[in-house]
């Protein structure tokens, strides 16, 4: 599947309720510019008679990155345990956000679509990632000079089995509206 875009990254806090997997209200990770799953797996090999007799490969859980345009305060005291921190500066109050070594970030579900061609014909690729927990963005910063280099975060971290062993699922949608809707009912919304 040529994948040729990519949309509406959604996050939400992974829960556990009576054994049960679940999600607090999605909300969008912000504008959309790339992820990246990597698969890890667990590998066995088992030789008899002086030659590979059985083989097994089952995946673990992986690396997820996400770029996107701004992460959203919500989204950062989500995924990083940030704190609010208002400061008042002459006559205008700030907002801002205070990292500390004893922040504590939350498991979170990532949920988002790819518009790609099947066949020929335009579909839609929908993923879930249903329990992962990330790190924070490196911050770079660049002067200006003869061109404009843009600068934008990219969060990373490590996705693993949901309390009933699931790590992700995937889905195929002919439309966008259909496909926005799966990246919903995957929360419970």
Known sequence: MPAFDLRGIKVAEYKVTNNTPGYETAQTAGDAMNVNL??????????????????????TGGSISIGVKYLPNAVQKLLFGYTDKPRTVGQATVNGLMMNKTAVAKYAGVAFYAPDMIDGVEKYTCVHVKRALFGPPSYVYQALGESITFQTPTTSGEFLPDAAGDLLETAICDDETTAIAWCGAVFGA
């Open 38 to 59: 990597e698969l890890r797996h667990a590998e066995g090999r088992l030789y008899a008679e002086s030659s590979l007799a059985e083989y097994l490969k089952k995946a």
